[in-house]
């Protein structure tokens, strides 16, 4: 049988005012987004809980990104600085439990960033396909 | 604030059964019969394998629990959480016992005014069981004959009763034991916080100068341990001594001796450490496989305070069937910055999760890496309830 071409599945959690606008920005700018990406758009990057993000690597996500607005901007004063610091034991986490450290991404991307946006998700999905499916990943199909 | 004592009892029954000079027995003694406190925690013996929390009102269950165990592992912190956070309360507490309570206080689920905490150094416990077998197959001895233990000079000390009614002494070198696999708990034998800082005061036998023994080495470290001991002082329960230099620097040197081997005995026990990336991660999925949630390591966490209405319980779902459940997921990422080490998780864990090394070695660095050590100071809020990164300037520059 031909070997279909395996395609990573990417988890982005997006806040609601500045990286989800971000990544519409960049579909309004016609701009090339790979398939990868499924979107959970939350109202603030403080509201990510890490358990999310654990859980969504359990369920096999190959990567997932932490995305919200730029440190200062966040519209619910400071909770992106909450979510930094999370991001930091995720980090750890993830790393001592050996995963490879490029299936958790940490991204601050504003309304009107639609190509940082796109890149991002182009270079997440380039490093993803070169370390292959998350060892967490479940196929039920094989 | 810290001053070096030597202490005893004036009681000379309570000198006599204390495990050194009795200090501790009489301080929470006289602290009850003068209102000093409400109530006081203390362990009774059932058998060298056997220490249960007592809580009581009456000073002479507390003289009965003079003297110390070391087959019995237990943490007290829940027991004051649970039974007396509206007490004014008094107990011995070694220091996992005190971080613990620090953490809980941290939770706001003690408050520290009303806690007294005795500490005791300690090189550490030995796990029941264990121990057990040790007496059966180095001591070759009947477990059951066993009455006495004491560890002292480097040797456990087991003292057996035998056919006739005579008592008989045998000891053997720690080290030899440790060697093969007995003696103390993992996470005893690792852990670097041998005197407890963290208390009102610090008792041991460390720098008790040779010939003065039935005396306890007391430090003072709070205002309310200097309280508690003038309490002692003044109600005639206690008599102390200023502390000789020599025995200052001699409990200094064998504390850092003890460190050292901590330090080398966490290497010596990791094997995790000689794995690759996808090593480790087919360890620590293979250990926890096992699993049977049966939530008995997060009941005894002296650390977690979440109770039933924990995320850990409420995001787990063994439907889910995931490599690694949420519930140990969770457990594992919320004590990243909190988990003391003390190792009772895997002690009650049915199935027998090497948990001690799995906590110790996801919140070790972590801990370092934030420069943060959990248990230490009320003040110090859990840095994952920060809203600003906590650094550790030494681990950024790496
Ligand atoms: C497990 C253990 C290890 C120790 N290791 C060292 C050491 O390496 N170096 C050192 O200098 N000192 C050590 N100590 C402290 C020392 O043995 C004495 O407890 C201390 O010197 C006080 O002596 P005392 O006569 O004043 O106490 P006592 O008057 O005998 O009072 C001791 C109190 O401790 C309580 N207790 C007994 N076992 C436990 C336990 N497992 N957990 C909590 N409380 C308990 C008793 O109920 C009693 O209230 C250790 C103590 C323990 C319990
Ligand atoms: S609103 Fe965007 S990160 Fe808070």
């Known amino acids: 049988m031909a070997e279909e071409e395996w395609e990573p599945k990417i988890l982005a959690f997006c806040c609601n005012w500045c990286s989800y606008a971000g990544a519409d920005a960049a579909g309004m700018e016609r701009r090339q987004v790979p398939p990868t990406i499924r979107v959970i758009r939350v ?19 190959d990567a997932v990104l932490v995305t919200g607005c730029h440190i200062g901007d966040c519209h619910y004063v400071n909770a992106n600085n909450k979510t930094r610091n999370r991001y930091e034991f995720l980090k750890e986490f993830v790393d001592e439990l050996g995963l490879e450290p490029d299936r958790l991404w940490l991204r601050w991307i504003s309304a009107s960033e639609g190509a940082l946006f796109a890149d991002m998700v182009r270079e997440v999905t ?3 396909k070169k370390i292959g499916p998350s060892p967490l990943r479940r196929d039920w199909k094989k | ?21 009795g200090f501790v027995t009489a301080t929470l003694v006289s602290a009850l019969e003068t209102g000093f406190i409400d109530i006081a925690l203390v362990v009774a013996k059932k058998s060298v394998y056997e220490g249960i929390p007592v809580l009581t009102s009456n000073p002479e269950v507390v003289k009965e629990c003079a003297g110390s165990l070391h087959g019995a592992p237990i943490n007290l912190t829940k027991y004051v959480v649970e039974y007396a956070a509206e007490k004014r309360i008094g107990l011995p507490t070694k220091p996992c016992d005190a ?36 007496a059966a197959d180095f001591y070759g001895l009947d477990p059951d004959s066993v009455v006495k233990e004491e560890i002292k000079e480097g040797k456990i000390f087991l003292v057996s009763k035998e056919a006739g009614g005579k008592e008989k002494e045998t000891a053997i070198k720690i080290d030899e034991l440790e060697q093969k696999g007995y ?76 460190q050292k081997l901590a330090e080398s005995w966490k290497e010596r026990i990791d094997e995790v450490n000689a794995l690759s990336r996808s090593g480790r991660f087919d360890f620590y999925v293979d250990a ?48 990243m910055d909190s988990c003391i080490h003390c190792g009772q998780c895997e002690d009650v864990c049915p199935v027998d999760i090497p948990l001690t090394l799995i906590q110790r070695r996801f919140s070790e660095r972590m801990q370092r890496h934030l420069g943060y050590t959990p248990g230490m100071s009320v003040d110090e809020k859990p840095p994952l309830y920060e809203t600003e990164l906590r650094w550790n300037a030494e681990s950024m520059m790496k």
């Open chain 1, 43 to 61: 109202m603030c990057s403080g509201r990510i809980d890490p358990a999310f993000v654990l859980m969504g690597l359990l369920e096999g996500a």
């Open chain 1, 126 to 128: 380039e490093k993803i």
């Open chain 2, 1 to 21: 604030m810290s001053r070096c004592y030597l202490a005893w009892a004036k009681d000379e029954r309570i000198r006599e059964k204390g495990a050194d000079g």
């Open chain 2, 99 to 134: 971080r613990g309570i620090i953490e809980q206080a941290k939770r706001r689920q003690v408050n520290l005014d009303n806690i007294f905490m005795i500490g005791l150094n300690c090189g550490g416990t030995l796990h029941p069981l264990r121990m057990r077998e040790m």
């Open chain 2, 183 to 258: 003696g103390r708990r993992d996470a005893c034998k690792s852990c670097v916080t041998k005197i407890p800082t963290s208390s009102d005061l610090a008792c041991g036998n460390w720098g008790v100068p040779k010939g003065e023994e039935k005396k306890t080495f007391v430090e003072v470290l709070t205002a309310k341990g200097e309280a508690i001991l003038k309490n002692a002082i003044d109600s005639g329960y206690v008599c102390i001594e200023e502390a000789p230099g020599e025995g200052i620097e001699m409990r200094r040197k064998i504390e850092a001796g003890m």
């Open chain 2, 288 to 335: 926890l496989k096992n699993c049977i949630h049966c939530g008995a390591c997060k009941e005894v966490c002296p650390v977690c305070a979440c109770e039933k209405e924990a995320k850990c319980l409420d995001m787990n779902d063994e439907r889910d069937s995931y490599a690694i459940s949420m519930y140990n997921v969770l457990r594992i990422f919320h004590l």
